[in-house]
């Protein structure tokens, strides 16, 4: 049996986002967009939030980079995206998304997305 962890982590990232920080955080429902977008209304910067997980496969296919190169393009939107998988990312797809300035996290507690996220507001 799969289990899907993105929604209940989503959750819990919004809920630690909003119990630190008087941060803006809109989730997304529309395709192409990220799930969750977290602004920081004092300074104005935006943080793009993606979430991708393989699955049963257990490793996140090349073609991710896809949506997420579209997400990054975006940078009249945020400044960056911060893709946070609980599958492996291979060597290959890491390459690419450093070149594309997108930090990739893989299987973060909750509290650590959010400080990375703090940082990236903060930077």
């Known amino acids: 049996m799969i289990i899907n962890k993105e929604p209940d982590f989503l959750r819990q990232l919004c809920e630690e986002l909003a119990s630190r920080h008087n941060y803006q955080l ?26 991708k997980d393989a699955g049963a496969y257990g490793e996140l296919p090349i073609s991710t980079i896809l949506p997420i190169s579209k997400l990054a393009k975006q940078t009249d939107k945020f400044a960056k995206v911060i893709l946070i998988t609980f599958s492996n990312v291979p060597a290959l797809l890491s390459q690419k998304l450093a070149e594309l300035n997108v930090e990739a996290i893989t299987r973060p507690t909750v509290k650590q997305a959010a400080e990375k996220v703090q940082l990236a507001l903060s930077a």
């Open 26 to 51: 809109e989730k997304v429902p529309y395709a192409g967009d990220p799930d969750l977008l977290v602004k920081n209304p004092a300074s104005g910067k935006a943080v793009a939030i993606e979430l």
